[in-house]
């Protein structure tokens, strides 16, 4: 990898890393039970990506209402199906649980099962 094309990666990574934190900021009250933050408890899977594939200048840029809950929700990799993204990106990492769950949608990381049927079809 290049020294321009790393720096395009570590580049994105602190943008993203400022917008979370503003981000943070944010406060919801009901019905509002559960926000989920790939970017911190997926973080090294979602950083693999962006150093991965987010490495040089792109002319195309995909984006998403929010993260899927059995794709970006599970490994931080947007429009990323857990199968697609371990086995087809040959991404993996860590994934820790965030402090709150909904009851419906537990993250799993990569133990996950379920399809992220819009990560199968990019």
Do not use: W
Request: charged content about 20%; overall charge neutral; aromatic content about 8%.
């Amino acid at each position: 990898m290049s020294v321009v094309a790393e720096q395009v990666g570590v580049g994105m990574l602190e943008i993203e890393d400022e917008l979370s934190e503003q981000l943070e900021r944010l406060t919801f009250t009901p019905p509002v039970h559960t926000v989920y933050k790939p970017l911190v408890y997926a973080s090294e899977p979602h950083r693999q990506y962006v150093m991965k594939y987010g490495n040089s200048k792109k002319s195309l840029l995909l984006v998403g209402m929010n993260p899927g809950p059995f794709g970006m929700a599970q490994t931080g990799v947007p429009f990323g199906d857990i199968q697609c993204v371990r086995d087809f990106l040959s991404i993996s990492g860590d994934v820790t649980k965030p402090g709150v769950e909904h009851p419906r949608r537990p993250v799993k990381g990569f133990a996950c099962l379920r399809r992220e049927v819009s990560g199968t079809r990019l």
